[in-house]
């Protein structure tokens, strides 16, 4: 059987810097399963490797596609497939990286997702209809519809509420049920990081302050004059939409950097919803109370078993 490693864990906990660790030590490939890496011209506030680091491990899903190209999990989950089949068949070992829930789980348990495609009329009923302030009412129509999608969606992140149901409307079934789970072709090992929520929140503190430092800014009034605007799936990320509310005027910086750091921390609590300490698959490791050399040592370990 087929090997695959998944690192996962809260934004910011430092998943990327260990799998550009360890994927020369064991020969491994970096499959990207970021929902924000995937978009071409969106890097700082997307936290996307760097220039060097991109060249220094092979790295897959990661600029494929423009912010005005539909993008689901379907396709990432085909995508995924698709690169991860091709380093097995040159001897390599894959390393899934990335915070989306969502996406990994769909990869390491084979999940068969509804092929949906979007329907513009429909989402633009919905939108028209949040706004007009019913916000609470389209999560309320998610709660009746699939009450398991709407558990794992925040009731404020109108774009999955959206698709959720959307989902539901054209397939007749819930976007989060799925009759049947393909077993894939690998055997995995998910390494899990963490830390006490505290440092969480100041590491991501500091790292939104060195986005700004870094040209966050620059970035989205780049984007912007790319034709790109706030009302893409794309453009709704974190850092973007706040920053488009300092350009349009609506906020200052310093509130727009403060709005950023509030609601990364409110993100951080709901991967832990996808990724929960308690889950016996995954090996957790404590970034603040282990080393880098205890994670190779596991990974060797799941590599000899």
Known sequence: MKRIIAIVGPTGIGKSRLALHLAPIFQGEIVSADSRQVYRYMDIGTAKPTAEELKSVPHHLIDIVDPDDDFNLAAFQELASQAITDIHKRNKLPFLVGGTGLYVKAVLEGWQVPRVSPDVIFRYNKVKGVGEGNVDELYQELLVADPDAAAKIDRRNVRRVIRALEVHAKSGRASSRRERKIPPPFTPLIIGLTAPRSSLYNIVDRRVDSMIERGLVKEVENLLQRG?????????????????????????????????????????????????????????????????????????????E
């Open 228 to 304: 790109y605007d706030f009302t893409l799936p794309s453009m709704s990320g974190i850092g973007y939409q706040q920053i488009g509310q300092y350009l349009s005027g609506e906020l200052t910086l310093e509130a727009a950097v403060s709005k950023i750091k509030t609601e990364t921390h409110r993100f951080i609590r709901h991967q832990y919803a996808w990724f929960r300490l308690s889950d016996e698959k995954i090996r957790w490791f404590d970034v603040e109370q282990t080393n880098d050399l205890e994670i190779e040592k596991t990974l060797q370990e799941f590599l000899n």
